[in-house]
């Protein structure tokens, strides 16, 4: 008999819990969902397997609370007391369900963690910790809530209680491992480390559970007596009736001396446990003068956390035994009944809120005064230190943001609290319905959207979403007509708020064009483009690396120019070209039949085949079969062979997307062009003729901003998930999955949108200013992005989830081009300056001494340094020391040996000092400012200066 009576109580609670069980896990799937798609790739694991943990232990803290507690709320205690059975056996027969569901739930999430992380786990020492920490907690929480479960008569009570003793004790055990153990404050393996401690605390916890769940049903119950008992003597000793006396002007007061009398032990239990969650804190944070902002944080935490418990409560002594059915049956006002509510829970709430934020005031300012006086330390580079002011800035939001999140708390919870009776459920969701206000208000926030219309009057809709309630919850009335009002309430500002955000979301950006007609620079390639690139396909599928050092498993030599990494592949060194060009004459003979072809097309912004990748090695073959021709003395077809290569990098201009690869094929092949013209047997005619070839070849170049229009479609596609784009677009599944669930937004797809054309639209207005300037004076500014344009966009593509994980490459394409048209206009000039002073040596048999010797005939024009607008600085009989600098190439340094002859820039790192003012020496008239440098310097020397600029060494002529 008694064994079927454990069972039908086993039953009960399976029964009584189970929808609480499922509701905690599809949270819990929910919440791994979105850590999927919004964490950073590199903590996405590490959530994916903490919610399986931490959503378990908070399920089992409420469990516990509910096993004991629950029957005192629901009246059954004293039909337990009269069953055949004892307190030992119902109090281990109830244990069953707990110690069975906590397990399942956690192998549940984590096969849902381990399938959402397509099989990858924690690393070892992660998992660890995880476990110790949560693993253990859940052991922690089971164990403290059913103790406080077995002493008090409210689940919300034991509940509360339970987290905040089990929490303190967690961190009084911790905090002796600070000073010993390497770990430092809040890191979980701190309390991993702590696990001794932990396990002989709540063994003394889980005995003192048995003790007191063997006496359990011995505990005679306390007079039972209605929730608003007290009101009715008073009533009667006044000599007046109910409606009478809470009717007349003393009427409100007594509801709320009534209500709070009923809940002061609540009352008292939230703030016993802010206070157990305080001293938690003291214990393991760092002293206020080390760790002020820690302190800072938490007051806010402790802060969200009592209102969300405070309006938990509102409403709660109303619901036990359905008290609230005396004030009905009295005709009390319902708002009066519901002003008195919240003048109990919500006044003090808010008092206290103002009281921290007053104690929080010093270390806020505190915070603030740091920031600002490291900016005022730096005012002279007020730009590169902008980080530092905007933290002043976001100190500031940070605090609006708790003002606004805790009033937030409050009315969420307390809403609950009307429409739950089941107190654990209703302080389950509202905790639950705050944690993701604070969360809407955090997003709202970092995507940059003001918080007074979107946030700020959330509080406001849900007090009034109770006070339409609170009708129809005196009266009890469930039906679709009572329930209308408060969805009423609550719906049309939603709506509202929602239209907002999605409206601001759009409009904050400005409606432009991207600066081109996509349609007609997506056009399609002609019959003679396709040609060609047919050609280059036939080429590249009878390409072989058979001979090279690549498939001899070498690798290519850093010192030598003549190399490239194309996609991640290293084509070989050129040096060794004998085996390798005989292993590919057929590939060698169709790269150079479409190398001769005028018309070109690399249009493809998805690289679906990757032919750019294969044309560029096919460019370093033809130039390899050069430099084996070269060294066999047949000098006219090795010119062929680099003009072919150099025609090959041309035609990867083409509508391509990767017009720097084209620069890098280009910088190789002059590399090569000028050690020819240095061959002992060349003639000044042949050299000059091949200048000229050179100069129509790249006369009339397609633009470098093809890139930016073929990453306009590639980014318009991903935008707009496009499974072609998708596939093509060369990115990890995560991104992928991130940008599918984003385009379900249609406000974020046309926000994205407008904004990936206005950033087109600038970076190709820079880009054309550049190129105007260029040809206007023949001078190319060294191209850095300007700070205000650069604060303009950042925050805009940052807050635009479908652009973020992009950024980089979007904000530095511009530079990055700039950079390299920089370069190779100075390398062609400079080549072209190299190859007439060569075509002079051949004929005069040395080099000229300075540069206005051989105007007129070997050049009609002198060519201008474009960094500088000045002349080339020529030294024909070198320096003193030898000369290490970073070539224009950017890959590999360039050694210029002493007494060695050689042109000079002022490339990227020099400047011009002040132009517009008389100097006496190049020691005035130049400054250095590298690249990562706050501040240009003055140069120490003339050495200091050539090496800070772009060295083109003229080569030796062979003897």
Not at 124 to 153: C, M, N, P
Not at 205 to 220: E, H, I, K, T, Y
Not at 231 to 248: D, M
Not at 770 to 795: C, L, M, Q, T, W
Request: charge should be positive.
């Amino acid at each position: 008999m008694n064994g079927s009576i454990l069972l039908r109580i086993l039953w009960k609670e399976v029964r009584a819990q189970r929808a609480f069980w499922i509701a905690m896990l599809v949270l819990a799937v929910l919440a791994q969902a979105a850590a999927l798609v919004f964490a950073y790739e590199g903590d996405r694991l590490l959530f994916l397997y903490s919610i399986a943990m931490v959503v378990p232990a908070l399920y089992a803290l409420g469990c516990g609370a509910i096993l004991f507690a629950a029957e005192h709320e629901s009246e059954m205690y004293e039909f337990q007391r009269i069953l055949p059975v004892t307190s030992g056996r119902l109090f281990f027969s109830k244990l069953v369900l707990p110690v069975l569901a906590v397990p399942a739930m956690i192998g549940v999430l984590w096969l849902v963690a381990a399938l959402l992380a397509r099989g990858h786990f924690l690393p070892g020492r992660d998992q660890v910790h995880l476990w110790g920490l949560w693993g253990f907690a859940a052991i922690e929480a089971l164990a403290w809530s059913v103790g406080f479960s077995l002493v008090t008569k409210r689940t919300i009570n034991a509940a509360i209680l339970g987290v905040a003793a089990g929490s303190f004790a967690v961190h009084l055990a911790a905090a002796g491992h600070i000073g010993s153990s390497v770990y430092r404050y809040w890191e979980a393996g701190l309390y991993t480390s702590a696990l001794p401690a932990r396990a002989a605390i709540v063994a003394v916890v889980a005995v003192a559970d048995v003790w007191l769940g063997l006496r359990w049903l011995r505990v005679q119950p306390a007079e039972t007596r209605h929730a608003m008992g007290p009101c009715i003597p008073v009533a009667h000793e006044a000599g007046a009736s109910g409606p009478a006396l809470l009717r007349q002007n003393g009427g409100f007061g007594r509801l709320v001396w009534q209500h709070w009398r009923q809940s002061r032990r609540l009352m008292g239990t939230v703030w016993l446990a802010m206070l157990l969650f305080a001293l938690a804190a003291m214990v393991i944070l760092p002293a206020p003068g080390r760790g002020y902002d820690g302190f800072f944080l938490m007051n806010w935490l402790f802060s969200l956390i009592a209102a969300a418990l405070m309006g938990t409560c509102t409403f709660i002594p109303d619901q036990q035994g359905l008290g609230f059915r005396f004030l009905a049956e009295r005709g009390v006002s319902p708002g009066r009944v519901w002003l008195s509510r919240q003048m109990v829970w919500g006044l003090p709430t808010l008092v206290v809120t103002l009281m921290i934020a007053a104690l929080s005031l010093p270390i806020s300012s505190q915070l603030f005064g740091d920031r600002l006086a490291a900016v005022l330390r730096h005012r002279h580079d007020i730009v590169s230190n902008f980080s530092r002011a905007a933290m002043t800035i976001v100190d500031l939001g940070t605090v609006f943001r708790m003002v606004v999140c805790v009033p937030a708390a409050y009315a969420a919870a307390q809403l609950c609290s009307m429409v739950f009776r089941s107190s654990v459920l209703a302080g389950f969701c509202g905790l639950l319905l705050a944690a993701l206000l604070v969360v809407w208000t955090n997003v709202l926030a970092e995507l940059g959207i003001p918080l007074l219309w979107s946030v700020l009057p959330i509080p406001i809709v849900l007090l009034l979403a109770t006070w339409a309630r609170a009708p129809g919850w005196l009266m009890e009335r469930r039906t679709v007509k009572a329930w209308v009002p408060t969805v009423s309430v609550l719906a049309v500002p939603a709506v509202a708020i929602l239209a907002g955000v999605a409206a601001y979301r759009v409009y904050s950006v400005g409606l432009t064009d991207p600066g081109f007609s996509p349609e007609r620079y997506a056009r399609p390639a002609t019959a003679a483009e396709r040609a060609t690139l047919d050609l280059y396909r036939q080429a590249a599928a009878r390409f072989s690396f058979e001979g090279s050092e690549q498939a001899r498993g070498g690798s290519p030599n850093e010192e030598d120019p003549s190399w490239i990494v194309v996609g991640q592949t290293a084509v070989p060194r050129l040096a060794e070209t004998q085996s390798w060009v005989e292993a590919n004459p057929e590939a060698i003979s169709i790269a150079l039949e479409a190398s001769r072809r005028n018309e070109a097309d690399f249009f493809d912004p998805l690289d679906t085949d990757r032919i750019d990748q294969s044309v560029a090695i096919l460019s370093q073959l033809v130039r390899a079969s050069g430099t084996l021709l070269e060294s066999k003395g047949k000098l006219e077809e090795a010119l062929e062979r680099y003009l072919a290569a150099l025609r090959i990098s041309i035609h990867l201009r083409h509508r391509s997307g990767q017009p720097v690869l084209a620069d890098s094929l280009e910088f190789s092949v002059y590399d090569h062009l000028t050690r020819w013209a240095a061959h002992p047997r060349q003639t000044a005619g042949t050299i000059l003729a091949a200048a000229r070839q050179i100069e129509g070849l790249t006369k009339d170049l397609p633009e470098p901003s093809t890139a930016i229009k073929s990453g306009y479609l590639l980014l318009l596609g991903l935008v707009s998930a496009e499974p072609e784009a998708i596939a093509g677009g060369r990115i990890t599944p995560q991104q992928a999955f991130r940008i599918s669930v984003w385009n379900k937004l249609p406000w974020e797809r046309q926000r994205a949108i407008r904004l990936l054309n206005v950033l087109t639209a600038e970076n190709l207005r820079r880009w054309q200013e550049a190129a105007r300037a260029a040809e206007k004076s023949g001078r190319i500014a060294f191209p850095r992005r300007e700070p205000n344009v650069h604060y303009i966009f950042d925050p805009a593509i940052r807050t635009t989830p479908l652009l973020d994980w992009c950024y980089p490459t979007v904000d530095q394409m511009i530079d990055e081009l700039l950079r390299s048209f920089a370069r190779i206009e100075t390398k062609r000039r400079a080549v072209r300056l190299i190859l007439a002073l060569e075509a002079y040596r051949a004929e005069h048999g040395r080099l000229p001494d300075s540069l206005d010797a051989f105007k007129g005939r070997y050049l009609e024009q002198l060519p201008v340094d474009p960094m500088s607008g000045e002349s080339f600085r020529y030294f024909p009989e070198g320096v003193a020391v030898r000369l290490a600098t970073r070539s224009p190439e950017m890959w590999f340094n360039e050694a210029v040996d002493p007494g060695m002859p050689f042109i000079w820039s002022m490339g990227g790192d020099v400047q011009l000092a002040s132009p517009r003012r008389t100097v006496n020496s190049n020691l005035e008239k130049y400054q250095i400012c590298f690249y990562f440098m706050e501040q240009p310097r003055p140069p120490t020397s003339e050495i200091d200066i050539w090496q800070a600029g772009w060295l083109f060494p003229i080569p030796e002529r062979q003897e």
